[in-house]
């Protein structure tokens, strides 16, 4: 481990290993106290407990894909009725881009919340994301149904399914750091497909 770095930047680059490896549930705090060649009343002195270490780690770039998606969405609702139609997948298109990179910057952080946070708080990102997408959905029907233009009733159950499924393909080229140009044209085809598939469902 560098020696430079502070007992700190220490302390995350072993945890980072260790969650990397056996994710959170598994994680040891011994071992990465042990790693890091402090004693653990020592480690106390700058986290209470191994998830709040965790959280340390993830929170802010758990905060960052969340509000980068609700804010797309809320852009999306806040545009003339009229207007939806015409750009719908754009904004949230937009958005995906964005969290690619922006998990592409933050790569190890990013993988600790797809792959290794189950029982924390974190484990939630992508039925937090099916959520606020679902809710969209149901907005933008409201607004088609307005417009004159009804859209048939969505089974609840395949709506959830599709929502979900286009998550986890997007977060799959994150999982698997797909080269980021490959990984950029994946999300282009992903979101033609899914925008035109919705359509379709949509009667539109």
Not at 58 to 79: I, M, P, S, W
Not at 163 to 176: K, N, R, S
Not at 193 to 203: D, H, L, N, S
Request: hydrophobic fraction near 40%; include cysteine.
């Amino acid at each position: 481990m560098d020696k430079n770095l502070t007992t700190l930047e220490r302390i995350h680059q072993a945890a980072k290993t260790e969650f990397l490896e056996k994710g959170y549930k598994d994680a040891s705090l011994r071992n990465i106290v042990k790693s890091v060649g402090m004693t653990t009343g020592a480690f106390y002195g700058y986290y209470k407990s191994k998830e709040e270490l965790f959280e340390a780690l993830v929170g802010e770039h758990y905060a960052y894909l969340l509000n980068c998606f609700q804010k797309a969405q809320k852009e999306f609702a806040d545009l003339p009725h009229e207007q939806q139609p015409e750009v719908m997948g754009d904004i949230s298109g937009a958005c995906m881009f964005d969290m690619l990179h922006y998990a592409y910057e933050h790569l190890e952080e990013c993988k600790l919340i797809l792959c290794c946070s189950e029982g924390t708080k974190f484990s939630g990102l992508i039925d937090e994301m099916v959520e606020i997408e679902a809710a969209a959905t149901h907005a933008y029907q409201e607004v088609l149904q307005e417009l004159g233009r009804p859209s048939p009733q969505i089974d609840p159950a395949l709506e959830h399914i599709l929502i979900t499924g286009m998550f986890h393909t997007f977060f799959e080229l994150v999982i698997h750091e797909m080269p980021l140009g490959d990984a950029e044209n994946y999300v282009k085809e992903m979101r033609a497909f899914y925008t035109a598939g919705w359509m379709k469902i949509m009667g539109q």
